[in-house]
């Protein structure tokens, strides 16, 4: 099966098994700003390049993780704000008219939950919840071993919950988010407003003095040399999230939260005053015995998503791929 992740910055694609070994990888720079048929021609490029190695008639299907709004009952992606020029764009039809093979769709963060859950952190459990936490903040919900979808395949966007209710504006339009609070570009403007109150730091030292310069990694490598004004930014993160956290837990009853993203490498800095933070909060029926994890997956956790989408829909993958191939006879 293929697996492709396709970003705001890069596309990958991979040839895996069907218990998800990695036999091939591709990728191109996405270049998002050359508008709909570039980024369509990198896709294509990009799968071909995994394609070629395989041996068509092994192949089931090919997933697909984009980023949102889309729609993974039609396959469209409807126009994700960081692919400029897209609009409708029906993806999955174009891909299966283009490689004959059966496509699936899904929202990134849908499909890192799902990725998380087959071959990640969470592949001991049913019930799992996905935070990442990165230049945004998404999400995935897993109940019974399956992706929650919603009514228009578009829930669980967890980083457009209402964290703060006075808080200030998301992107999204919404008050108070867990992304506007707790992303890597939220931690460096929270940083830079601390420190310009004239709060002593590290920071200042390390950037020259040139405050723009600061970046959540800085930030990290601050708090671990013990730097209080870093210190006192992840923690506000790590209290926003065990917040956010909470909330989940007590949605959707997981029997294991994973976060991941850029900002859960902070590791143990994070993630212990966080959980204390759960622990004060949330009903201990709903957190007791439930592992809050970083995700076991890294960087590859959104094509192994996609794996564990065609892996989910195998067997009408393979009869869809029959028929796909009677299709293209008929083209012919
Ligand atoms: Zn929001």
């Given amino acids: 099966m293929i697996g492709v992740d396709l970003g705001g910055t890069r596309v990958r694609a991979v040839l895996s098994t069907g218990t998800g070994q990695i036999l091939a990888r591709a990728e191109m720079p996405t270049q998002a700003d050359q508008g709909l048929e570039h980024v369509l021609s990198n896709i294509k490029l990009t799968i071909n390049q995994v394609l070629g190695l395989a041996d068509f008639s092994n192949l089931v299907g090919m997933a697909v993780g984009a980023p949102g709004p889309l729609n993974p009952f039609t396959g469209v992606v409807f126009s994700p704000p960081n692919l400029p020029g897209w609009s409708n764009v029906p993806l999955t039809a174009i891909l299966e008219k283009e490689f004959h093979l059966p496509v699936y769709l899904g929202n990134d963060a849908n499909l890192a939950a799902l990725g998380e859950y087959t071959f990640g952190a969470g592949k001991d459990y049913r019930y799992l919840v996905y935070i990442t936490v990165s230049t945004g903040v998404g999400g995935g919900v897993i109940e019974d071993g399956r992706i929650l979808q919603g009514a228009k395949g578009a829930a669980a966007e967890l980083g457009h919950m209402t964290i703060e209710y006075d808080g200030p504006r998301c992107n999204c339009g919404n008050i108070g988010c867990l992304e506007i609070l707790t992303s890597g570009p939220s931690i460096r403007r929270r940083t830079i407003e601390l420190l310009e109150t004239g709060v002593a730091s590290k920071l200042v030292d390390m950037v020259g003095g040139n405050l723009e310069d600061i970046t959540p990694e800085l930030i990290a490598e601050a708090a671990r040399q013990g730097d209080e004004a870093a210190l006192r930014i992840i923690k506000e993160t790590a209290f926003f999230l065990g917040v956010g956290v909470t909330n989940v837990l007590h949605l959707y009853n997981p029997e294991i939260v994973v976060i991941g993203g850029g900002v859960s490498k902070i590791g143990s800095m994070l993630f212990e005053p966080l959980i204390e933070v759960v622990h004060e909060r949330a ?50």
């Avoid at 201990?284 to 956790?301: C, H, K, S, Y």
């Avoid at 564990?308 to 009869?319: F, S, W």
Wanted: net charge negative.
């Fill in 283 to 332: 009903m201990p029926a709903f957190w007791e015995g439930v592992p809050i994890v970083p995700t076991d997956l890294g960087g590859d956790i959104g094509l192994y998503g996609s794996i564990a989408l065609v892996l989910q829909n195998y067997e009408e993958a393979r009869i869809r791929k029959q028929e796909l191939a009677v299709v293209g006879e008929d083209e012919a």
